[in-house]
């Protein structure tokens, strides 16, 4: 081709740009101290660590399909690290250290770079002494947007946690390592928050129609939520969209590291206020509000169309696949008898000085080997027998697998499941993401002090 004077003079101009845009540098993330009113008003602020010193952290959000980058800077006390939770991400990118990277330590920097395959609502958060870091505010909300937007006139994403604060002084209990946390549900806190405040408050018109993106940061509490003021349906859960919008009649569970996406009309009047409960057994709490002002454009709708599917596996021949099965024990109330770390034999009591207090299949520990070593691209099942007096919540890195009900039919597609207490839950998988990924309980406590494995998929 020709270079016309134009092609010249068009081809200068965009080089001038380029300067200016590399002098911006990479899009940084810094862990690092602040404070923050977690309490209500009128109570002292809390001293937190947060992504851009805020917990949450930024909103970062993006398309489906383009790439993330992002570098981490490290100005905390401790070393850490970033992951992305619930992206089918790459095997080096998934923010595990001691598994996919070295931690990085003060002062230290990552350059975290991926793509994001999937739509939806989906989180990162520190996995260094996560049930520390996390509970001390590293996380944040990670948005994948679908390529065609829902038909709604409004969105919110709104991130629970559960806090322990002194409420004379604000601050954060400091007892992470806790024994009777650790052998029991985990660290349960006295403050429920959404986005990082008390019942914060977020405009509203009646007839409205919302999407609101649930994440569930806490460490260990299982919310059961509830609407008032607003009527609607699940239209996505971890991330991935129902084939049903789900409606919401009564209370509906979100375990620690779960999400679930609504799109909900507000039916409460112009005046009044619509909320989000966390139900309890003497009532619901709100968690936090939507206040009405005004009529919405439209009074009543259909309901909505499911959003458009992530580009998942096919699950076929479900009943000829591998069943793997992973014992969830140990805990309070039904102690371990024994468990191995390594090699040795080691009681309850042994185990609990050692800071361990539950065990998968018997591994007290990160094991050696892998829990499963998976040819890429095969189906297996896994089968969560928990054997323990307390639920949990397990979630497996870097795939999505299906929830198999006990009907034998597929259930959702999720990346963390809840295992009630005494109950067996089985599971679908396409190993198809080659790596060495891990596999835990997400009652964060109960990761650190026993209850983490992994698998590989080669
Ligand atoms: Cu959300 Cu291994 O974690
Ligand atoms: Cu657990």
């Known amino acids: 081709m020709l270079l016309t004077r134009r092609h010249v003079l068009k081809a200068a101009a965009a080089s001038a740009l380029l300067p200016r845009l590399a002098a911006a540098g990479p899009v940084t993330l810094t862990a690092r101290e602040a404070r923050q009113q977690i309490a209500p008003e009128g109570y002292p602020d809390t001293a937190i660590w947060g992504y851009d010193g805020g917990a949450p952290g930024p909103e970062i959000r993006v398309a489906q399909g383009a790439r993330l980058s992002r570098r981490l800077m490290n100005e905390l006390p401790q070393p850490t690290a970033v992951h992305w939770h619930g992206i089918r991400i790459d095997n080096a990118m998934d923010g595990v250290p001691g598994l996919t990277q070295q ?8 350059d975290y770079d991926f793509t994001l395959p999937d739509a939806g609502t989906y989180w990162y958060h520190s996995h260094n002494r996560s049930m520390e870091q996390v509970a001390r505010g590293l996380y944040g909300p990670l948005i994948v947007d679908e390529p065609s937007v829902p038909d709604i006139d409004g969105e919110w994403v709104l991130v629970l946690d559960d806090w322990r604060l002194d409420p004379e002084t604000g601050a954060l209990a400091g007892d992470f390592d806790n024994g009777h946390d650790l052998s029991h549900a985990g660290r349960l806190g006295n403050l429920l928050t959404v986005n990082g405040g008390f019942d914060p408050a977020y405009p509203a018109r009646q007839g409205a129609r919302l999407r609101l993106r649930l994440i569930n940061a806490a460490n260990a509490r299982v919310f059961e ?33 779960q999400r679930a996406d609504l799109i909900v009309d507000i039916t409460a009047e112009s005046g009044t206020a619509a909320s989000l409960l966390s139900i309890e057994r003497d009532g619901g709490y709100g968690l936090c509000r939507f206040d009405v002002a005004g009529q919405g454009a439209r009074a009543t709708r259909e309901a909505p169309v499911p959003l458009p599917p992530n580009p998942l596996p096919v699950i076929e021949g479900l009943a000829d696949s591998p069943l793997h099965q992973m014992r ?3 805990g309070a109330m039904r102690w371990l008898d024994s468990a191995r770390l390594g090699e040795t034999e080691l009681s309850g009591r042994e185990l609990a000085q050692l800071g361990r207090f539950w065990a998968l299949n018997g591994q007290a520990d990160r094991p050696e080997t892998p829990f499963l070593n998976a040819a890429r691209g095969s189906l297996h099942r896994i089968a969560f027998v928990n054997e323990t007096a307390f639920d949990h919540g397990m979630h497996l890195h870097g795939h999505h697998f299906r929830v198999i009900a006990p009907n034998g039919e597929l259930g959702p597609w999720r990346d963390t499941v809840l295992v009630a207490r005494g109950e067996t839950r089985q599971i679908a998988l396409v190993a198809d993401n080659p790596g060495d990924w891990l596999l835990h309980c997400h009652m964060l406590g109960h990761a650190s002090s026993g209850m983490t494995s992994w698998f590989r998929v080669t």
């Open 103 to 110: 931690a990085v330590p003060q002062g230290g920097s990552f």
């Open 225 to 257: 939520l509830g609407l008032d003021g607003m009527q609607g349906w699940i239209v996505a859960l971890d991330g991935m969209p129902l084939e049903e919008p789900l409606p919401v009649s009564g209370a509906f569970p979100l375990a620690p590291a």
């Open 328 to 330: 969830l024990e140990g």
